[in-house]
């Protein structure tokens, strides 16, 4: 059963309620993770919690669940000339929702979209794309190993 520390096997998948598709590895390889890695977020784990292996999920899960709420802190408005030389690339212009990635104190990369080019600022929203949004989690479980098992796979 998936539980806090299982190594949990599946194939899943994720889209709108429209049905738009928005990332599955159906036609791949099954993820593997532990739960509470943090490779899968909070809400899609918690829909697993009890799963055995061979169980099929489907779940419509509010963006509080998902990928959050829109926090409007999370849209910010900077100088324009401050992107001068963004903007004036012609090779690969740059247009309102275009992902601009910015680095913060530590050098981790942060990405934003550009939401609006105005005559003065340039506005950019670091809010997850995907936030605000409802969304259909589909997962079919492959395996689920226990928490302090030691799994070894022989081949012969």
């Keep these: 059963m998936v539980c806090d520390g299982a190594r949990v096997t599946l194939h ?32 899609f784990e918690a829909v697993l ?9 489907s779940v419509r899960l509010p963006p509080e669940q998902a990928f ?35 680095a913060d104190s530590e050098g981790n990369e942060i990405p934003g979209v550009l939401k609006q080019i105005g005559e003065i600022h340039v506005v950019i929203d670091f809010n997850h794309p995907l936030a605000g949004r409802e969304i259909v989690f589909n997962a079919d479980i492959v395996s689920v190993i226990a928490p302090g098992t030691e799994a070894v796979k022989i081949q012969l």
Excluded at 49 to 57: C, E, L, N, P, R
Excluded at 85 to 97: I, R, W
């Design 12 to 43: 899943f998948s994720l889209a709108l309620p429209d049905g738009t598709e928005i990332d599955s590895n159906y036609d791949k390889a099954p993820a593997t993770f532990r739960v509470g890695d943090g490779n899968l977020l909070p809400g």
């Design 49 to 57: 919690m009890g799963a055995a292996q061979g169980a099929s999920v």
């Design 68 to 102: 959050g709420a829109v926090n409007p802190d999370n849209v910010q408005s900077f100088p324009r000339q401050r992107f001068a030389s963004l903007l004036a690339n012609t090779t690969d212009p740059v247009e309102e929702g275009t992902v601009v990635s910015f």
